[in-house]
């Protein structure tokens, strides 16, 4: 019966519901380990790291992942990718596909440090769990395919964390390649990153030769001698470099050592210091723990990257990539964040994550900031300015949970029971506490008038990016309406980048999505989640719409509802923007005489008349871009509602838009393509149909790499085209770029196909 408590404790399901596979993994890791992550529940703050392994699509994350929980004791068998038992991938469509689609958070130890880890995907379509991940994370592992080096995601991922001021580590998989190349890879990341990589260890052997690598600042060669194809790699062979080793390795450790000594007191200038007043030119006398605390110092700084080598399918390299986490990336606390200090000891977290689950309900990942965290206690979420009440705390195992008492500053939890709390809400003791923190910031010089006060004691939450494909979505039958509604109303909460709108004219649900494989895996998992065989419609384009000259207009609207008249006239200029120097965005100005004259009410009325109109462009009705709006008057007769003149402008706005011409924008994609040289030609004569445009073709070891800009509409199911020029030997990578202005004659042929005529 003792692991029937501990199933019960973790919330597992019963033995006859779990495969085998998953029997002996679970099961592995329930009576010990669970009474180990109950002896301490609370570690100190300064043996917390909260990290996120990111990367381009099969850099070997996951893998990476899994290794570190078999290593650390959590998993007492190792999970592979291609069978489809790892820990954090345990979506069905995760193990079908071998991609990572949700991120997954994992707490273990290792020594006497407390790991939460967050394994994000790497495909672009699921770009948002990289972003809301690092969001909450101190610190970052990048995973690089070391035959291949920087990639496209890779950039994407690396901005993410730069965009957030996340200290990363690089790890170089996959050494066991024939391509694998260390010092492209470095090159890469010093060129394409614009970081400076620290290189930490160096590979003993190459290609299927490499057996384990070398410690720079101990110099210690660190071996993993397999004996079988069954071999784990957990035990391995550390020992001091001698005279006994090759000379080749002997020479380019003593080179790369001196070179990581000298780059890191450029970056670091204490540890410049005390080589000069200690040590001068005698680079073999400088003690491993200070070099150590130096690149530590240049890691949190982000003045450096260091980089470590391995290959996880080989289990080589990463209880020492384990080593260098806890070493080099921040604790919580060193992560310094303003807001966080208005609040002192109360509680203030961040809900970043949101899943829902058919008994539980919607379980809320939160990172907690400040105060402690207890279950069955009443929490403020400012948000949404309500008061909800937590019935459970767990600590995250992937898909599995631990229930726990209490939680303290700089941890990761899930919490059962907040209904109403969606990603990026902030959740505080009480409205007291927020009010309270609100008064220091303001004494700080933090806060602004009461309008703004609430602003300065939120957490910032995430940006969602504009969905670039739709497509309708029905239920079979309408008696599965209400059901259809309900599911993707969950599937809202769970992807903010899952957009959900009705259309006015037809009455259909359009269904708004990041790429085709995010469409495809929302409309698989309400089939299966749910239940629900739903039919979607053929995918479409987001496209958008500009103005192409400056117009000024004047309209006047005269109505009478019920007894009262309502009576309001205003005069406005669009002119068109850059797209790109812009960013895209619509403005809307006053005059300056007129934002005196108006009350809030008025200016906001006319504000919300403008950016109503942004909405829906006059051309195809899609939403505009690089517009700008100037309010040059608004005459308004006494007794005439903000609503009225809020119509009033919109009308106004659309008849200066009709009259300066209308221009569809299309969505350019950043395309680029691994081929081999002998199906080169192939591909390119087919992106040449597809209107693609290329910028480089980059030589990487025997393959080509095509960096190309096309246009999305073109790119309708090109994996499949791709398989078949390639004979399967290529891959691709796909990044919204910018929204580009169509030519004439393609403009033409779409307005005639959306409108019927072809």
Sequence with gaps: MIWGRCLLTAGLQCCRCRPSWQLKRYFSFLPDDVKSLRAVVNPDISKIRNIGIMAHIDAGKTTTTERMLY?????????????????????????????????????????????????????????????????????????????????????????????????????????????????????????????????????????????????LLTNQKLSWKLGSSGDDGRKFESKPLDQSDEPELLQEVNEARTALIEQVADLDDEFAELLLTDFGDNFDAVPSVRLQEAVRRVTLARKGVPVLCGSSLKNKGVQPLLDAITAYLPAPDERHHDLVRWYKDDLCALAFKVLHDKQRGPLVFLRIYSGTLKPQSAVHNINRNSIERMSRLLVPFADQHVEIPSMTAGNIALTVGLKQTVTGDTIVSSKSSAAAAARRAQNDGGGGKKRGEQASVVLSGVEVPDPVFFCTIEPPTMAKQADLENALSCLQREDPSLKVRVDPDSGQTILCGMGELHIEIIHDRIRREYGIETHLGPLQVAYRETILNEVSTTDTLDRTVGERRHVATVALTVRPMDILSSSGSCEVALREELEAQLSPDLKEAVENGVHSSYLQGPLLGYPLLGVSTLIQSVNIEPGTSAAMVSACVSRCMLKAMKLAGNQVLEPLMSLEVTVGEEHLSAVLGDLAQRRGTIQDIQSRHDNKVLIANVPLAEMMGYSTILRTLTSGNATFSLELDVYDAMNPQDQNVLLKRLSGLL
């Design 71 to 215: 290593y650390s004791g959590y998993t007492r068998a190792l999970g592979d990718v291609d069978d489809g038992d790892t820990v954090t991938d345990f979506m069905a469509q995760e193990r079908e596909r071998g991609i990572t689609i949700q991120s997954a958070a994992v707490t273990f130890d290792w020594k006497s440090y407390r790991i939460n880890l967050i394994d994000t995907p790497g495909h672009v379509d699921f770009t948002l769990e990289v972003e809301r991940a690092l969001r909450v994370l101190d610190g970052a592992v990048a995973v690089f395919d070391a035959s291949a080096g920087v990639e496209a995601q890779t950039l994407t991922v690396w901005r993410q964390a730069e965009k957030h001021h996340v200290p990363c580590v690089c790890f170089l998989n996959k050494m066991d390649k024939p391509a694998a190349n260390l010092s492209f890879s470095i090159e890469s990341i010093r060129q394409k990153l614009k970081a400076n990589p620290v290189l930490l260890q160096i590979p003993v052997g190459s290609g299927k030769s490499f057996s384990g690598v070398v410690d």
